[in-house]
């Protein structure tokens, strides 16, 4: 028998509310805001986050809250 390490992914995702004029601008300001995703120390041992993007191909991207 061999030892083998199997790496697993999944998707993660966040959200940040910025004042915007229309979505494209929503976008933008996001990106200036977001200071990224800071895990616990026993998280940050076991999991490691990609960059965060914000995916413009789907409808829920951008969200009208207000
Ligand atoms: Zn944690």
Known sequence: MSTYRVYMGTEAS????????DREDAIEKAYEKFQGVI?????????????FEVPVDKDYAVELVE
């Open 14 to 21: 966040t959200s940040v509310e910025v004042q915007a004029e």
């Open 39 to 51: 895990l616990c120390h026993q998280c940050a041992h076991e999991v490691d986050l990609g960059d």
